[in-house]
């Protein structure tokens, strides 16, 4: 295609977005606005026609998004932004999208694009199935239209605000414990669901237990059909590691990505202001980190065209698994080249100790969240290196007679 063809193609695409702004757009950003540009396909415009979007390219995306920008309109092209800025495009959207049914995509994707389902969650790990999420005991069965849910969740980030879950349950205790998995979208502001909070190390409660006791949630709501839940998580469980892969970009406390990220500038204003950058041992721990940093941003880049063409993406936890290191290595370091200031954990003395002390501890959080290093170590080696799987004593085995921990092992 020739330029003047793009650029005529473009023009188009401008032309009819600035007609629907001045028919449709008056001044207000309210949910209602919010579902107008969801129903025309401006929300997420690269994504097919019966997704809800309008199968645009990126470039004409772009060129939609100018045209919003301009008008002072909000809410278009919401899939070009960062996945820290709408993560349930991905971790609910691309579920609906590879998975859902006709009918579940002209229902849910038009609501997630409108930003109708509110707060979300994730009812994943569990007490007794902590990074084997197909571990998992909370079980769901079928009443009618509608399932009934009873179990224990935990580490569920921002539970005690959520409106709405991803929740993976079991529905078949006699099958292999990777095939009896359901996912299912769940509402969470309904009699039978508890949220306690669970005080962090930073002073933080943003992590909570959930108990869930005969909640229901809409057969309707059930992705992939009974039993194939775990293939319809990969998807989420893609774009979690990729969402948390991109954390290395910015400090977890402030989210924001330093002005200079490219360049380390963050670690070698601590050395000057340490009075240490000379010191040959420091600039040597500077460029590993600042190496680890540039490597995960291009992995990245390749994880999201891999995920954007398959779907998923196995070099997600490539680098999901480097930002541990990042993090780990840049607190660390960070906290080192502060000397005794860094003793102190109040924000209101000293609010830079307490901004590298918070990220220090912060960064145990993505060692653990989205799966565990350990896991991320076993899925690079069988899907992105090819090695063999280890001893699975589980393997074909009902999930009724798995032997259990005791104290969840009666609720086979």
Known sequence: MSTVAVESDLDAVRAEAQDWLAQNWHGVDDPAWNRRVAEAGYAAPTWPAEDSGRGYSRAQARAVAAVFDAAGA?????????FHEYPWLELMGGPIRAYGTPEQ????????????????????????AGSDLAGLQTRAECDGDEYVVNGQKVWTTGGHLADTALLMARTDWDVPKHAGLSFFIFPMRQPGVEVRPIRQMTGDAEFNEVFLTD?????????GGPGNGWKVLQIALGAERRGMGEMAMGTAKTSTRPSLYALSDDL???????????DPVVRQEIMRIHAWRLTNEWNNARALEEFRTNGASSLASLGKLANSRILHGAAALRYRLLGN????????AD????????????????????????????????????LPKGFEPDKGVPFRDVLKADATRSLG
């Not at 200031?341 to 209101?348: G, I, K, N, S, V």
């Not at 969240?369 to 076993?378: E, H, Y």
């Open 74 to 82: 909000p809410g278009a092209a919401r899939e070009l932004r960062g």
């Open 105 to 128: 995509k002209r229902e849910l994707l038009p609501r997630l694009l409108a930003g109708e389902f509110g707060v979300g969650c994730l009812l994943y790990s569990e007490p007794g």
């Open 215 to 223: 909640a229901r949630v809409p057969a309707a709501n059930l992705i």
């Open 268 to 278: 070698v204003e601590a050395a000057r202001a340490a009075g240490r950058s000379d």
């Open 341 to 348: 200031r860094a003793l102190q954990y109040d924000e209101a």
């Open 351 to 386: 609010d830079e100790a307490y901004r590298i002390d918070y990220d220090l501890m912060f960064a145990f959080i993505n060692s653990i969240g989205g799966g565990s290093d350990q896991i991320q170590r076993n899925i690079i080696s069988e899907r992105v290196l090819g």
